[in-house]
């Protein structure tokens, strides 16, 4: 990504977490993190992506109330970042948070006993 886009992707995401955590007053949103933002080179598309605390169902019900408020979020956005063309805002689940989560979970499947022997090991009591 160019420092351009990387800079006005930056932008479109702490103005769209400003807007969903301040100006969207609708608790059927839920607990909902903007986590990145990402445009295409052509600054016409921009995804911003998000992870919500709850359920499967919560992170669908949160997916189509942003769907449903994208017009007013991209009039904030538009308001606050003066572009010659305002993106197209979409919205995605951001699933990198679950995905580490999952890895350290397997992780510690195949071996539980690191945690174990690391603390032996600071004891001293086992050598």
Not at 13 to 26: F, I, S
Not at 45 to 61: C, H, M, Q
Request: glycine content about 6%; proline content about 2%; some cysteine.
């Amino acid at each position: 990504m160019q420092y351009r886009e990387r800079r006005v992707a930056d932008a479109i995401r702490d103005v769209v977490a400003e807007v969903v955590l301040t100006k969207l007053a609708d608790p059927r949103i839920g607990f909902v993190t903007v986590t990145r933002c990402s445009l295409s080179r052509d600054l016409r598309n921009a995804t911003v992506y998000f992870s919500v605390l709850g359920s499967e169902e919560d992170k669908r019900r949160s997916l189509a109330h942003l769907e449903h408020a994208r017009g007013f979020i991209k009039h904030q956005v538009a308001k606050r970042i003066k572009l010659k063309f305002m993106p197209e805002i979409h919205f995605a689940l951001d699933e990198v948070l679950a995905k580490e989560q999952r890895i350290g979970e397997l992780l510690n499947e195949i071996n539980p006993a690191v945690d174990g022997d690391a603390g032996a090991a600071a004891d001293g009591s086992e050598v």
